[in-house]
């Protein structure tokens, strides 16, 4: 394989490469490769942290990113392999975005098998599975490869959500209809977090909440949204494209996005803690529509 940027200081190098299938984008099936444009690797808090970026031309240029992010790897640990199904093992998403919108897919099934050299510097994987975006949208990747050399010695500021840490409070309710009637979601595993700005994809807020019960234990996630800088106290779901709400249930994959109902925050996430509830119908890869009420409190 060769190379896709110079290794000055301490910048990431190497290559990455997916068959891609997204009936959401002309031609469907595609080879993504990485371009070496936005070519990443670093660690942070035990994890390792993977980005890497094509741009092509779809009716418009696009770009289209594949994130990867995994426990550390001690030097020399080979075939270590993740499911994705298990956001606890490994978080990935692909993304494609443009000049009006950025559209993200979470990985919901499939596997990784990663390598780590002797060196402790140089990476390679393979990986295939399936990424839901929120509205449902299904995207198969497989033929996964990745070769890359080089950790980067401070993560970008651009790429690295800040504030990425289990914060205190909760998000309570119930969801009602569809595959998954539960009347005591209870999420005390919680996040807060600052994503900022990341090409055409605006800086936002994200308050997400991870539930797991069941026998076999099953990981349920409710994941709000705003755009950076919003300071109204109440978002239309079925209109305002500046706040949003969905809900995963990683096993299955099942993903869903609110269309219709309303947002409410009494304490904004920017403020220090985020405070709310919200009432709203989803609708996504589940055979019906359902509706999902929930309080929310995230320091």
């Known amino acids: ?85 298990n956001p606890s093992e490994i978080f990935s998403t692909y ?20 390598s780590l050299a002797s060196s402790g510097d140089h990476l390679t994987a393979t990986f295939s599975g399936k990424a839901y975006s929120g509205l449902g949208n299904e995207v198969t990747i497989t033929a996964g490869d990745l070769d890359l050399k080089g950790f980067e010695a401070v993560p970008s500021s651009r790429m690295t959500p800040s504030g990425s840490v289990v914060r205190e409070g909760y998000i309570a309710g119930f969801i ?21 700005q990341w090409g055409s994809q605006p800086a936002y807020w994200l308050v997400r909440g991870f539930w797991v019960a069941g026998q076999p234990a099953v990981t349920r996630v409710i994941v709000i949204t705003l755009v950076e800088g919003q300071d109204d106290p109440e978002y239309d779901l079925s209109s305002d494209d500046k706040a949003s709400v969905s809900y995963t249930i990683h096993s299955q994959p099942l993903i869903g996005s609110a269309y219709t109902g309303v947002l409410r925050f009494s304490a904004l996430p920017g403020t220090g803690e985020a405070r709310g509830s919200f009432d709203c119908r989803m609708r996504g890869n589940a055979a019906t529509d359902y509706q999902v009420i929930a309080e929310f409190l995230v320091r």
């Open 176 to 196: 009602d209809g569809g595959p998954d009637s539960v009347s005591d979601f209870i999420a005390t595993d919680v996040e807060r977090i600052y994503v900022p």
């Open 1 to 85: 394989m060769t190379h896709s940027a110079s290794v000055t200081n301490n910048q990431t190098i190497g290559t990455a490469e997916a068959d891609i299938h997204n009936i959401e984008i002309l031609p469907p099936t595609y080879k993504f490769k990485d371009d070496g444009t936005n070519t990443r690797m670093w660690r942070r808090d035990g994890r390792i942290y993977i980005s890497v970026r094509q741009s092509l031309s779809h009716i418009g240029m696009t770009g289209h990113f594949l994130t990867f992010r995994f426990r550390d790897l001690n030097p020399g640990e080979t075939n270590v392999t993740f499911d994705f199904s």
């Open 95 to 114: 993304t494609v975005n443009n000049h009006q919108s950025s559209k993200p897919h979470t990985f919901a099934s499939g596997t990784m098998t990663v």
